[in-house]
């Protein structure tokens, strides 16, 4: 309580201009002080914003990496599949390629109908081919112009040659359904 008197006491002892220029000095320190507080809550706030998205950015990059492999494979499909002729077929697609062996032998099989594509299925055998004109074959089937999908591949090497292969392979070329073609 000592402390509080003499700063009563001392306050007192001041003339009028002083006391009202440390009454302003004291206002501006408040002043000061409430909008540092007021900054620094404001600041506060804006960070955690940044911190959240920031948060969410970091969710949302690997599904927008997704998307846009997702987006391109559909698109490419896409772009595949309007390439399609209601006439094209496995054998035609496979004498396009041009890989020949000593015996080719396309025999027709029941395809499926799936997401409104329609599978035109194919067993395929290839007698006495090489190793990479296998490789190039089927490379050809699934990276071409059409959409084809090998459901199936068996290679076999032949006794009589075993540089040469025997390959079978299950086909499908997929066209647009009868009511999806645009």
Known sequence: MNLLAELQDFWRDLDRR????????LIALLAVFLLWSALAGR?????QKRHARETVLKELLPLSVAYR????SSDQLAGRMASVRPDDSVAKVIDEIG????GVKIAPIKGEERG???EDAADVRIDAVTT????????RLEK????VLVK????RVRFDDPSRLDLALIVALLKPAPGQRK
Do not use: H, S, V
């Open 132 to 139: 990479n004109e296998a490789i190039n074959l089927i490379y």
């Open 43 to 47: 600041t506060a706030a804006l960070e």
């Open 152 to 155: 199936k591949a068996n290679l």
């Open 116 to 118: 409104g594509m329609l």
């Open 69 to 72: 492999t997702a987006k391109q």
């Open 144 to 147: 071409g112009g059409r959409p």
């Open 99 to 102: 890989i020949k062996g000593k």
């Open 18 to 25: 002083t006391r009202l220029t440390a009454g302003y000095c």
